[in-house]
Nanobody
């Protein structure tokens, strides 16, 4: 089995910063694309940022210039540095990874989520 475990959420004042981490573990051959999504109360889950194994990032327009996604392939870990946070960033943040458990088969896995709350 494969597990993704997030950490780093919490309460921060508007204008502040947080860094989220997500580590994949288990029967992993290789982790391909990794990313972060978020879901605020009453809203659908939305893309925040993704990153390929080679390090190419993709961001939602709402976070461009404020958030930075990065990864450490040796640790099967993805990070999300969040700066200039505002109240609209308040949500549960979920990590996702496309994991190969063998040479061919791959599957998307999700973490349990970590709460980020920005106070104004």
């Amino acid at each position: 089995q494969v597990q993704l475990v997030e950490s780093g959420g919490g309460l921060v004042q508007a204008g502040g910063s947080l860094r989220l981490s997500c580590a994949a573990s288990g029967s992993i051959f290789r982790v391909n694309r990794m990313g972060w999504y978020r879901q605020a109360p009453g809203n659908k889950r939305e893309l925040v940022a993704t990153i390929t194994r080679g390090g190419s990032p993709n961001y939602a327009d709402s976070v461009k210039g404020r958030f930075t996604i990065s990864r450490d392939n040796a640790k099967n870990t993805v990070y999300l540095q969040m700066n200039s946070l505002n109240a609209e960033d308040t949500a549960i943040y979920y990590c996702t990874g496309t994991v190969q458990t063998g040479l061919v088969y791959e599957q998307d896995y999700w973490g349990q989520g970590t709460q980020v709350t920005v106070s104004s």
